[in-house]
């Protein structure tokens, strides 16, 4: 299967800072990759999405870019809010489009 | 326009039991997708159907599971003789057409083997 991993398993920021968080990719015949958030008991929830021939892509506070050259996808979050800690997941649809190939995720914790 | 609906949110089976977990797509959507979510892991696919088809199962485990999408009803991923190992979240997203980008996931059942 494809292989989505990300950096950091873990972080940590105040309230009203920006938060990145980061992505890698194995397969680059991927054609569209997307970001979910998942709180505590609940299913995925959509973020922003990109398809393989866009670079950057924004919507209300976040930000996805794309460097398709190192196989790297982030996410980023302006003006970090309480309400935004959960488990971030960077997914890509492969080759087939059939199936998300989901990353290990991200646990985003916001201090007050 | 209700969203995916799984159910049971919550389900205990001793080992050897059958368990059962429906999910129940989005309004017009014909295209079910199922994904297991192991405690601290990411989702790993399973399994994909249209109405009474098996389109991608190449995430199922080759016994014990399988799943249907009757042209009536909801999805059932069906899972026999449970194991302790079972445990775990499973989420099923539906789509309206071919692919998965424009997919929705329910809230999941969260399967627990004693």
């Known amino acids: 299967g494809e292989n989505v991993g990300l950096h950091l398993p873990t972080l940590s920021v105040q309230e009203g800072d920006n938060s990145i968080i980061n992505c890698a990719y194995s397969?680059?015949?991927?054609?569209?990759f997307i970001w979910y958030k998942q709180e505590s008991g609940k299913g995925p929830q959509f973020i922003i999405d990109?398809?393989?021939?866009?670079d950057k892509r924004q919507g209300q506070r976040v930000t996805v870019l794309l460097n398709k050259t190192v196989k790297h996808l982030s996410l980023q979050i302006a003006a970090t809010q309480p309400g935004d800690s959960a488990v971030y997941f960077c997914a890509e649809t492969g080759v087939t489009g059939n199936q998300f190939y989901f990353g290990t995720g991200t646990s985003l914790t916001v201090i007050p | 326009n209700a969203g995916v609906m799984q159910n049971p949110r919550h389900l205990v089976r001793r080992r050897g039991q059958e368990a059962r977990l429906r999910c129940s797509p989005m309004?017009?959507?014909?295209?079910v997708y199922w994904y297991r979510q192991l405690p601290e892991e990411g989702l790993k696919f399973m399994v994909y159907l249209q109405k009474e088809n098996i389109i991608d199962e190449s995430g199922m485990p080759k016994e014990r599971f399988s799943a249907e999408f009757p042209k009536e009803g909801p999805s059932i991923l069906r899972i026999q003789q449970v194991v302790r190992g079972d445990s775990a979240a499973y989420f099923c997203?539906?789509?309206?057409?071919?692919?998965?980008?424009?997919?929705?996931f329910g809230q999941g059942t969260r399967l627990t083997v004693v």
């Open positions: 309004k017009g959507h014909s295209h």
């Open positions: 997203a539906s789509s309206p057409g071919t692919g998965i980008t424009e997919a929705f």
């Open positions: 397969n680059s015949a991927s054609d569209y």
């Open positions: 990109i398809r393989s021939n866009m």
